[in-house]
């Protein structure tokens, strides 16, 4: 079985939320804010972790710092401790989006 999700959010509005006090902490873990150096990697970042939920169907159910969006060697994301996932980030202008595909073994 499949499952996909996806999500889109406007840079822009990452920028701001950047600016609150204590927002980089609840949404981020240390190695994704090491990782993102712009707004738009953060955007991507956070559209990963929401496509990831929607995909689970859960909802947000967790702090989203609980779920660690990685890169690898090449660049490629991947979810921490998520074996049957695979993650696709891009950005263009103003959006960035994110999607999921979750899959289990039969």
């Known amino acids: 079985m499949f499952k996909i999700g996806t999500d889109i959010i406007r840079i822009s509005r990452m920028e ?22 712009r707004a738009e990697n953060f ?6 972790k929401e496509a990831y939920l929607k995909a689970k ?3 947000i159910n967790c702090r989203l710092n609980t779920i660690e969006i990685l ?3 090449l660049g490629k994301p991947y979810i921490k401790g998520e074996k049957n ?3 696709s980030i891009s950005h263009d202008g103003d959006y960035a989006i994110a999607s999921v595909v979750l899959w289990s073994e039969l």
Not at 30 to 37: C, V
Not at 43 to 48: E, N, Q, R, T, V
Request: proline share 0%; aromatic share 10%.
């Open 85 to 87: 996932a695979d993650v």
């Open 16 to 37: 701001k939320s950047l600016k609150t006090n204590g927002f980089l902490e609840k949404v981020f873990t240390e190695k994704e804010i090491a990782y993102a150096k």
């Open 57 to 59: 169907g859960t909802g």
């Open 71 to 73: 890169h690898n060697d």
């Open 43 to 48: 955007a991507g970042i956070f559209a990963a």
